[in-house]
């Protein structure tokens, strides 16, 4: 499967399932299909590498340095997330509208599935996917620094696609900043740790404070 292929289509099943089908549940799961199953059948059916090796090679092993990396650069996002939104909730967020659209997306209702699938599905899944899949795959043509910026610049790019309708403009596009920044932070994480775990964490956390300032301020 072509690079553009794997950098471009998870842009796309956000885009069909937002912005053209207008449902939660929907984007979920062409979102979250694509991240899961193009790794798992490359490397278990097309490369036919044992799953213990593959799981080796997505540095899917704990290491001790990584995983405090993670906890506390995670707590940092997590404040960092959370303190400006409580601060200027006002400024940020048309509450009413987001309502509305978190309503006609099929978003409302039990949070509790919501809150599982955001901060634990999520952060495994896309850093699976960007900061070990396709990170791999782009070494083949680029440096490493070099792959870390084209997986946080397409890992940035699908967050557009949420942002424009979740916050006043033109803070959606302020808001690529810092997810970009992310993007190269838990790149280079999983580099210099040779593990995914770090930036799974933090990644985690990371969803954790979005998923705080939804329940507080915007439920």
């Known amino acids: 499967m072509g690079i553009w292929v794997l ?5 796309v099943t956000i885009g069909l399932g ?5 449902s939660v549940p929907i984007t979920f799961v062409l979102f979250y299909s694509w991240l899961l199953f193009v790794p ?15 799981i080796k090679q997505l540095g899917l092993h704990p290491r001790k340095n990584s995983i405090a990396v993670g906890v506390l650069s995670g707590i940092i996002f997590g404040l960092i997330i959370v303190i400006p939104a409580s601060i200027l909730t006002p400024i940020l967020f048309d509450i009413n509208e987001i309502q509305q659209t978190l309503a006609g997306w099929g978003f409302s209702g039990n949070k509790g599935w919501l809150i599982l699938i955001l901060v634990l599905v999520n952060p495994l899944l ?8 396709v990170y791999q795959k782009l070494l083949r043509k680029v440096s490493s620094y070099a792959a870390i910026g084209w997986t946080a610049l ?3 790019t699908y967050h557009l696609l949420s942002l424009i309708t979740l916050l006043k403009w033109p803070f959606p596009l302020i808001a690529l900043l810092p997810v970009f920044i992310a993007g190269l932070f838990w ?7 040779n593990s995914l775990i770090g930036s799974v964490i933090c990644h985690a956390l990371a969803d954790g404070g979005i998923m705080a300032v939804y329940v507080l301020y915007l439920s």
Not at 18 to 22: F, T
Not at 40 to 53: N, R, S
Not at 126 to 133: F, G, I, N, S
């Open 18 to 22: 937002l912005q053209l089908m207008h």
């Open 40 to 54: 798992l059948i490359d490397f278990l059916f097309i490369q036919k590498v044992p799953l213990d090796e593959a």
């Open 126 to 133: 896309e850093e699976l996917y960007w900061r070990a899949y």
């Open 187 to 193: 790149g280079y994480l999983t580099r210099r740790s």
């Open 7 to 11: 950098l471009i289509v998870p842009t």
């Open 154 to 156: 397409f890992y940035t």
